[in-house]
């Protein structure tokens, strides 16, 4: 039996590893789930899958769960809370499914234990990258990408010589704007940019979609994981989302990963990896969909896929500036405080202003992401 601390269990992801976890009964079960706010998801959770431990937002989220579900598990709370249980809780596997910088601390703490860590939370590999993966060697932690581009080239690279690879080529649906003018980005509605064509998942990746910063962000994820140069990392548009993305070798021959965007697979393969385990989940039915598509994605009109490949190439904090602008300015974009078509102006305001650092330690990451923060939040 695999005990899994799962970060985030409200959201998309989390909600989706449970209903695995439920699937797989004799495999695995909840060690710790963590909420932020919405306490009444985890209320369910927790009487459904029994965890010792829940961690919530602060003290009076904490309060309120207690009065609601009595002694049955323990109840910490804020950032602590969240440290002391990837720290101190028994588990064999973290998965990381918070959103944003935040996840960071507490993913280390499971590294640092050398737990398996499932990733779904990417910005944690963007802004600490060379730190997170350094520490994954030191500490001898596995890391199995759940992001679905990610999980299809791990799955790609099984049986394969890394020192063999031409290229990745990372899909992208090219998300709602893919057929519109770059015209529109002034004028376009929360709304209109959290319709996703293909996937349904949390806002502040919805809107990343939409701009392309998810893709962006996902490249350099890529650098971290596969180890691979930016000019091996290429993004291909794929509408319909059903190749996850491929992996091309030295001979030319390329091995892609197929699946419905459903992001179950790719959190059940982080699990049970390297078993592959029957599922009842809907597979694909190849003539209904007919045909598959690629186009070359235009960094003109998705600016924010540009700035973060410069950034790559920039290194050191860039990256982590880049991720904190791109947090702050996607919350104003949600709150209606500015236009879709300023979130990539204002990081790149961020990252004119903010000097870069070098091989940055955790102090000099978070001070940076701090400094960046407050900049982005009083431009208008
Ligand atoms: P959601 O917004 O749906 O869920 C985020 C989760 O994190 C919720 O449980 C939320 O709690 C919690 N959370 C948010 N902020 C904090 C905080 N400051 N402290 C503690 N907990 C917090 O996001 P998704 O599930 O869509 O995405 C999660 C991560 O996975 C992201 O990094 C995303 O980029 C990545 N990812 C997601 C995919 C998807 O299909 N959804 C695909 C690939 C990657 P609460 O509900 O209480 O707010
Ligand atoms: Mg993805």
Redesign the pocket.
Known sequence: MKKVLIL???????VNALNVIKNFPDRFEAAAL?????ID?LEKQVEEFNPPLVVV?DDEAAKKLRKKIGNKCEVLSGING?IKAAAECEYDILLG????F??LAPTLEAVKRGKRIAL????TLVVAGELFTKMADEYNAEVIP???EHSAIFQCLVGENKLEVEKIILTASGGPFLNKSKEIFKTVTVEEALNHPN?K?????TIDSASMMNKGLEVIEAYWLFGMPPEKIEVVIHPQSIIHSMVQYNDGSIKAQLGLPD?KLPIQYALTYPERLKNNFERINMPAIGSLSFLQPDMEKFKCLKIAYDVLDAGGTAPCVLNAANEIAVEKFLTGKIKFSQIPEFITEALNKIENHTAPSLDVIYECDNRTREFVKQLS
């Open positions: 985030g269990s409200s959201g998309s992801i989390g963590t909420v932020n706010s919405r998801i937002k969240l499914a918070m959103v944003g935040a996840g779904a939370n990417k910005e759940v992001d679905s996937w998942m949390g806002s502040k990746i992001m």
